[in-house]
């Protein structure tokens, strides 16, 4: 059988450091003074294991069900038990103490991206770090060359714990920081440098740069990258402003093999490219590998026209080239970037891997390449994947998710993101692609949902996320998650006057959540809020007198979290859920579903022995009574209300102390109503245990009650022998109809059924062996 997609299991080394991440003090730490973090002193962790614990920790601090922990970063504090060489932190929870912490660590490698957090402090850690320093990146740090607010000079520990609340100020820049002693550095990204810093001045003591990214920096002047031109192997300036200069100092760095001077929109572009421009940077960079100009407009025509294109199979050959500046290539470019050009659309382009918009396979590139650094970019690629999997069909559907799911984790903060990755996923899991993919890939969709969930409250991502929940079986496949996804659930509900469809949709799931689950977890989110939350719902719904999708299903989710939880149908009660039912059978009397679903639940509830006293009073016994005469939705609001009134009865005449109705006048209305059934009755019901039904059977309390369980066994293996059978066997139902039989005061149409019942059981019993 072939594998399903995304189905291979994390390697050992990623279980084993989530585990300890998740278990600091039962694996490799203790507790000390003040609830600090201390490791163990007969630990020591090599580079490759303390990189992995560090980065991954970046991953799953913001789980909701993981506790990010003060003084993490102190663990590698000393580079005598704890090695850390490569670094890749991301987002604001990174501060300037943590830099600190590990100031003493000789890196090779630290990448900090979008850490806005950090001031000026760790610029002064980074020196720490230049010696040994290979590859730095700065993106997105667009406070870390300002000061922070407070007094400079105070170096109390108190007074820094303040100062790391307090937010750098835009005016005061830090002047003083350069990277002089910064003999090793190769890779630099500074994308995102605040326009007043001299990014000239700044970079002049690097010698030996061979990769500098520059996107979204202001430059004054382009002669200072001649410094490197005989090294430069690699430069980025998105989003740079390009003039002539600038395109001419870049060709004079003959040894470049990426080029990347692309931008967001073509609609902010103010220079203009021309195939003179593309062709000498053809001409003149014979290295080149890579090359992005995505975003930009061609002011003159360098494509060849549609009828001198070579014919047959689009293909990548450099003479074959749709775009004439491209055949001057020696060989196809592993990488070009053609996003938001017209160039995407051409049929001969000599590259391997081309971003454009053009099909799925350029769509699919542009999210891989511009995720990390480029969200706005990847924002609109995954909307054009979206209506490739909604319109179209998706071919490469592991490749799309494992793309989507990524966008999703790097960029849990942006709502575009958000908005667009969330509602691309509900395409790409629905049932048109189910059966390709893994139990591992869907839960890692489920995660990425989740997170969603968690830090949106915002409409549109809260109705793309629980859309895509409906994608999956439920509870099954959202049971690893069963407290996580109820608890977001039941926030969504919380407001009074929540966006109609997301009620619908979320109201849904939790009845599907509480359906077919073990009272384990029926209880645990009892205690959540539940019943109370759905009874919120049917008392806002009752005061708009509506009786839509909503009541409905929340009667239905209160019917499935009651079943066999006396707790939650104490909560019922204690949150005047018996008040609700009579208002709601007042307001909506025509309403058979809602009926069935409340008359459901409230054979729950009478099926507690202890809460039987609060639903003995004329007023509820009248209604029940009356409602045994009703013809709802077959036999199934009858057939409850007589459920309800048989577990009443069999409490016996004494516990009965009220005049009207007679106990015997409601007894002979249930007589009538069960005679009145069609026994060959199919049901709109599901019994997961036959317990509360048989406890009525051996007994002479309440004959009328024994008959209803009789009936109602009879009815459900007659009609669903494969099911019920087998379940009625297993739980001793067959020796207790016997002793029906023995019962003298059991009645003859009691009894006749029994026959049935023990014809069609032990038939099927020969037939399940």
């Given amino acids: 059988m072939a594998a399903k997609a995304g189905d291979n299991p994390d390697s050992l080394m990623t279980l084993a450091t989530v585990f300890c991440l998740r278990n600091l003090r039962k694996t490799m730490c203790y507790q000390e003074f003040r609830n600090k973090l201390c490791l163990r002193s007969d630990i020591f962790l090599p580079s490759e294991i303390c990189d992995k614990l560090v980065n991954t920790y970046v991953l799953v601090h913001t789980d909701s069900n993981f506790e990010p922990e003060e003084s993490f970063f102190q663990l590698f504090s000393d580079p005598r038990s704890t090695r850390l060489t490569r670094v890749q932190l991301r987002e604001d929870f990174v501060r300037d103490r943590d830099l600190e912490a590990i100031k003493k660590q000789d890196l090779i490698e630290l990448h900090l991206t979008y850490c806005n957090s950090l001031s000026s402090r760790s610029l002064k850690t980074l020196t720490c770090f230049r010696e040994t320093l290979v590859s730095l990146c700065l993106f997105g740090c667009s406070h870390i060359f300002y000061k922070k607010g407070g007094a400079p000079l105070a170096c109390n520990e108190d007074t820094e714990d303040e100062e790391e609340e307090s937010p750098a100020s835009r005016q005061a820049l830090e002047t003083d920081f350069n990277f002089q002693g910064f003999n090793r550095l190769r890779l630099l990204n500074l994308g995102g440098l605040p326009d007043e810093v001299d990014v000239e001045t700044l970079l002049k003591p690097l010698k030996s740069l061979t990769s500098l990214d520059l996107s979204n920096v202001q430059l004054l002047g382009t002669a200072f990258l001649t410094q490197w031109k005989d090294r430069l192997a690699s430069l980025v300036l998105y989003n740079v402003d390009l003039t002539e200069e600038l395109v001419n100092t870049v060709v004079e760095i003959v040894n470049l093999r990426h080029l990347d001077i692309s931008r967001e929109s073509r609609r902010t572009a103010k220079f203009k490219m021309t195939r003179k421009i593309l062709t000498a940077i053809v001409q003149r960079l014979v290295n080149l590998v890579s090359l992005d100009i995505s975003g930009h407009i061609m002011l003159d025509n360098g494509t060849v026209p549609h009828f001198e294109e070579a014919m047959g199979r689009p293909s990548i050959e450099p003479c074959k080239s749709s775009i004439f500046p491209f055949q001057e290539l020696k060989r196809p470019l592993q990488f070009l970037g053609l996003y938001d050009t017209t160039l995407c659309n051409v049929t001969h382009i000599p590259a ?20 990390e650094f480029r969200p706005e970019l990847a924002h609109r690629a995954i909307n054009q994947l979206f209506d ?55 839960r890692e969709v489920i995660q990425v949902v989740l997170n969603g969930m968690e830090q949106y409250q915002e409409v549109t991502v809260q109705r793309n996320c629980c859309l895509t929940l409906c994608n999956f079986s439920i509870p099954e496949e959202l049971e690893f998650q069963y407290s ?36 384990h977890h029926k209880e645990a989110v009892g205690k959540m809020g539940f019943v109370k939350t759905m009874l919120n719902l049917i008392q806002k719904k009752l005061q708009d007198r509506m009786c839509d999708q909503v009541m409905e299903f929340s009667w239905s989710a209160l019917w499935n979290i009651t079943d066999e939880t006396p707790d939650n149908c104490q909560m019922f009660l204690n949150c005047r859920g018996m008040s609700l039912f009579l208002d709601c059978l007042q307001e909506f009397p025509d309403k058979q579903e809602l009926h069935r679903n409340m008359l459901g639940l409230l054979g729950n509830v009478a099926e507690v022995k202890a809460l039987r006293p609060q639903l003995l009073t004329p007023q509820f016994i009248t209604v029940f009574s009356n409602l045994l005469d009703s ?12 459920g309800v009134l048989s577990h009443i009865m069999f409490d016996g005449p004494e516990v009965w102390s009220m005049e009207v109705p007679l106990r015997d006048t409601v007894m002979d209305k249930m007589w009538n109503a069960i005679q009145s059934w069609d026994v060959s009755s199919r049901r709109n019901i599901n019994y997961r245990s036959f317990e509360p039904i048989l406890r009525l059977l051996p007994q002479s309390i309440s004959p009328v009650s024994q008959h209803w369980a009789t009936w109602a066994l009879y009815n459900l293996v007659s009609v669903y022998p494969s099911k019920y059978c087998p379940l009625l066997i297993k739980e001793g139902g067959v020796s207790l109809l016997e002793k029906v039989l023995e019962l003298e005061s059991s009645q003859p149409e009691t009894k006749d059924m029994f026959w049935c019942n023990h014809e069609v059981t032990f038939t099927d019993r020969e037939l399940i062996g």
């Fill in 484 to 519: 996580r996804v109820n608890q977001l659930l039941l926030k969504i509900l919380e407001p009074a006057r929540q966006d109609e469809s997301i009620q619908r949709i979320a109201v849904h799931l939790c009845n599907a959540l509480v359906c077919q689950v073990d009272n």
């Fill in 352 to 371: 391997y891997k081309v971003t454009g918009s053009k099909n799925e396979d350029q769509v699919l590139n542009a999210i891989e390449a511009y995720t």
């Fill in 631 to 642: 013809k709802a939705d077959g036999i199934e609001v009858s057939y409850n209300a007589c």
């Fill in 388 to 442: 490739i999997a909604r319109i179209q069909h998706c071919s490469q559907l592991l490749r799309a998710l494992q793309l989507v799911i990524a966008a999703l984790k790097c960029h849990k903060y942006d709502k575009s993101i958000q908005v667009t990755g969330s509602a691309a996923l509900f395409y790409l899991t629905n049932t048109e692609y189910r059966s390709d993919q893994s139990v591992r890939l869907r």
